[in-house]
């Protein structure tokens, strides 16, 4: 029967692959593969000897690369244990292996046995964990090299990834077999997660103890090289030793430097691995109850993704919400989409926890900069915090502009499959398209103002500037504040107009199905997006900047800001017409079957 399973497993590989390359005959898919691979080419493969080369000859480079793989496997470790903990805090009601929704359909009415079907799913995991351990070896030598070939770290990631998934499942099939027992299941919870936890707060302590007894040792360090040295005489250090040996031989044959040292290091690492193995493969208990809950919860999250939901929704059971607003009977027809698209969102970008989350990791950034940098402005006497939180919200306001309107798909693009029936509604189509961006054109804004206003409380605290006063920056932010509805509005028409031109290609690029010709019709699609973002913008930014550059001598900063608005209003604001009737003309022209 593995044998048959085995074969199964083999042939649908296949038939992807053939599938894949069959569907290059359509030109938005060989389109797609053709920029993929450029882009592969001209940003990776092309620098990689350049890389290799200024590695090889700078070796406090690769002393500090080193490190930085040393720390991404170290919060790896730390984030692989926080897993299991939560695992054993929250446990699923049903725990289960992770099938397919097709693997379910044949394979479990199967007559074959629960161990088959776990050796299935296992043997299975790995064609993904290869080409996952191939990925991060290939990303990991352009930024430094441990000391192995490639080869070498390769097989190092695969006894990683492979441990951790089989540790994963050996959990959820353990907590399957002590839930269906019944006797003593929350004892067993609290003892696993009190043993994480004291862990992780044993390795804490030591490192801290180290620390302080080696002040010596730590004071001589000056760079990445006698850091690294300082690292390894801490781990070398006997009770840590013995505390991380787990560890030390999981990543052993990552960190081999030569063929010798991973002989040595891969034995051990293949015995935890075969142990791990033995443990989920010996495991008889009753999954499949599980398996198809995981199922479903899989395939509603993938609806959710493409509708534009929020994935933590889509594994909940749904509440009706109010409404954003009392919608009122008369009003227009724009106000109606509007509402629909605020309903929407509520339960997806603006929902309480997602609200939450934000505020708390702002509040916790906040309080754990603020105090190093006020100490480091104390003594070097440069304020960094406000410059900080500038250079912050402007990274954030450019990603709200670029990549908000990817996030935001509360418009046209949601409602694509239903655009035969928006039709049919007795108004004109810029009509039905300005109430669909509506909503999310608010929602942006909305980012973009709380940016400005921190940026307004923030900029030059110190008041080094003579001309920034504080009318100038309440000026300044009102007439940022006005602008930002409007370049919100004209980010949003660029990819609702290419959903409409192409929908082809938009439906394409929101498959979930993975493949290298995908990612190029993304990569066209963002790059075409940025590029009219920029021809759009160009005529505002040039006018502005010759309005404030010409007028300020004589009117002042502030009265030259407004006038710099007026322009900025007055360009952006016909391009949004223009735009909006023409995208209306298209909508209403618009025919899905033909398109598709």
Known sequence: ???????????????????????????????????????????????????????????????????????????????????????????????????????IAFLFPAPATRRTLIHFRLV???????FTSLLIVFFFRRFGNTGGSRLIQAVGWWVILSTLDLHVNGTNLTLARLKQRGRGYGLWRLGAVAVIAAYIGAVAWLSVAYFKSHPSSLAAVSGSREFLGFLKDMLAWAPLHWLLLPFRVLFAPYFASGAQEFALAIGPALVLVGAHYLWVAGSEVRFEEGSITMAEKRAALRSAMLRGDSPIQAGSRPRP????????????????????????????LMNRRTLILSLWVMFCLSIATKPILAANARSNGIDYYGPGIVMLCAVLSGYTLL??????????????????????????????????????????????????????FTADSRGQLDW????????AALCLAAAAPVLCFLQLLVPNTIMVLMPGWYQASRSRGGGIELMGQRLILGVGQLLIALLVAAPAVFAA???????????????????????????????????????????EKFDLSAER
Request: proline share 7%.
């Open 321 to 348: 919400l109010p409404g954003p607003f009392p919608l009122p009977p008369t009003a227009p027809p724009e106000v109606a989409f509007f509402w629909k698209n605020l309903l929407s969102m509520r339960s997806s």
């Open 1 to 103: 029967m593995l044998r048959a399973l085995l074969y199964l497993r083999l042939t649908s590989l296949v038939n992807l692959v053939a599938y894949r390359v069959s569907r290059l005959r359509q030109p938005k898919y060989l389109f797609g593969l053709v920029v993929a691979v450029l882009y592969f080419y001209f940003v990776f493969f092309r620098r990689v000897g350049a890389v290799r080369v200024q590695v090889a000859s700078a070796p406090a480079l690769a002393d500090a690369g080193i490190l930085m793989v040393g720390g991404f496997c170290a919060v790896g470790a730390l984030l692989g244990l926080m897993r299991i903990a939560y695992i054993w805090i929250a446990p699923p009601e049903t725990p289960g292996l992770r099938f397919s929704e097709a693997e």
């Open 403 to 456: 990549a908000g309107p990817q996030i935001a798909r509360q418009d046209l693009r949601t409602d694509l499959p239903s655009m035969d029936i928006l039709k049919t509604y007795p108004i004109p189509g810029w009509r039905l398209a300005l109430g669909e961006l509506l909503a999310p054109t608010l929602v942006l804004s909305g980012v973009l103002w709380l940016c400005i206003i921190a940026t307004a």
């Open 468 to 475: 920034l006063t504080p009318a100038v920056r309440v000026i």
């Open 545 to 587: 900047g010759l309005v404030i550059f010409s007028t300020h001598w004589i009117l002042g900063v502030g009265a030259a800001l407004v006038l710099a608005l007026a322009a900025v209003l007055a360009i952006l604001g016909s391009e949004a017409v223009i735009a909006l009737w023409w995208l209306g003309e298209r909508i």
């Open 124 to 130: 299975s995991a790995q064609v993904a964990i290869l």
